[in-house]
């Protein structure tokens, strides 16, 4: 239990018949409801963890359609109304060529959620069952998705700003559309479906081979 | 409830470790998977508190400076950061202007207050003030969703985007939110789990 790493056996706090704090990483013994150090609830694995990501997720795919089918932004310029959509508004960038700026909202907007929802859903499914993958890169994995999924909202933002700003009568004038809203909400459940994801089971299955 | 401040488990694989003296205040990571499980900052308490009450000042500046102005010929049209919140507020799309609300505005100011809220009696030499726990345990808990670097960067796409259109001029509230957003970030560097929720169990409630 040397953090030198003079003896090599790890043990875990399941392993020792005790429960870790996932917020303040106190251990204690199983039959405390809530952290004795910083009140939180106390799981030695959260409950029904796998069925919470997926039911995040699938609201989050849901919503990501209409996110791309409903216009993000409609414009309104010298009396001609566009609407744009997500992909719609990366191809007019590129076509002005604004290559970084497009490369920023596609990477947001596109390749980060379509990314978390096929990591995520690999890792619901792996984890129910036993397999043989490499642990440490399931964990670099989620804890990537965790970390850059919320850099999403970027394009959310961007619209809230261009609305703001562009309010110039009949010259050129910005309005959200219901696109913004839908992409919002995705992102928020994705989050939470990441968020859902006990890590430790990773490990769990590390060390037996099959899943308790 | 008796129980061991120096025993700890690795939140993400559940590995326990014994901390030693000299580790408390040192990093380190947990030898399975790599978590930080201290990041081993000296006086993280008064620069956690500090930069948090700098981020509250600079967050009250934000809120009731300009932002952004932007001249279109004979056009002039000036955002303040309530006016990009309140440019959804209107039917339908009302509750985005609420969550915008809350991830730039509302979450980094709970934050802050929560952070000061929980540490500063440490500092001042008074008992924990009711609550404390819960509310440095939300104070880590709503980090993810405190997004004001995400809309800074939303904010340069934006101007890049009006570039062709308009020319547009900064705020004093635009290097206010820079200032905060660096702020925040440097503050996330103290925020060390261990230290912090040692601390505040051996100060007395």
Not at chain 2, 92 to 103: D, K, N, T, W
Not at chain 2, 137 to 159: H, N, Q, S, T
Request: glycine share 6%; with cysteine.
């Amino acid at each position: 239990m040397d953090i030198s790493g003079h003896q090599q056996k790890l043990t875990t706090a399941r392993d020792a018949g005790m429960v870790a704090c996932t917020s303040c990483g106190l251990v204690a013994s199983p039959d405390v409801e809530s952290c004795p150090r910083c009140h939180a609830r106390m799981q030695s694995r959260k409950d029904g963890s796998i069925q919470r990501v997926l039911a995040w997720l699938l609201a989050g795919l849901i919503l990501y359609v209409p996110a791309n089918i409903y216009p993000m932004l409609r414009t309104t310029q010298m009396f001609k109304e566009q609407d744009s959509t997500i992909v719609g508004g990366v191809i007019t960038l590129i076509h002005h060529h604004a290559y970084a700026i497009g490369a920023i909202i596609f990477i947001a907007s596109v390749l980060i959620p379509v990314g978390k929802f096929i990591v995520i859903a690999y890792l619901a499914v792996l984890l129910s069952r036993p397999h043989t993958k490499d642990p440490h890169r399931l964990h670099f994995i989620h804890a990537a998705v965790e970390f850059i999924g919320r850099w999403s909202m970027i394009d959310v933002f961007v619209v809230a700003i261009l609305v703001a700003l562009v309010q110039f009568d009949v010259l050129a004038s910005i309005k959200p559309g219901l696109a913004a809203a839908c992409f919002a909400l995705s992102v928020v459940f994705t989050m939470l479906s990441a968020q859902a994801f006990d890590p430790r089971l990773i490990w769990d299955i590390a060390d037996e081979g099959t899943p308790k | 409830m008796i129980y061991d401040p120096t025993c700890i488990a690795c939140p993400h694989c559940d590995v326990v470790y014994r901390l030693s003296a000299t580790q408390m205040v040192t990093r380190t990571r947990c030898l399975r998977c790599g978590y930080q499980l201290t990041l081993g900052k000296s006086e993280a308490i008064a620069r956690v508190v500090g930069l948090a009450l700098t981020s509250t000042i600079l967050m009250g500046i934000v809120l009731f400076a300009p932002f952004l102005h932007l001249n279109a010929g004979p056009f002039v049209s000036s955002a303040s950061v309530a006016d990009v919140v309140l440019g959804f507020a209107t039917g339908i799309m009302m509750p985005l202007a609420f969550a915008v609300l809350i991830f730039i505005i509302v979450v980094p100011v709970s934050r802050s207050l929560l952070l000061i809220y929980a540490l500063a009696p440490l500092l001042t030499g008074h008992a924990n003030a009711s609550g404390a726990q819960s509310a440095l345990r939300w104070a880590f808990v709503l980090k993810p969703w405190a997004m004001a670097e995400i809309f800074m960067v939303g904010v340069a796409v934006a101007l890049v985007k009006i570039g062709g259109m308009a020319t547009v001029h900064t705020g004093t509230a635009f290097w206010a939110f820079v200032l905060l957003v660096v702020v925040n970030t440097f503050q996330d560097t103290f925020m060390c789990r261990n230290t912090l929720w040692t601390s505040l169990a051996t100060n007395r409630s």
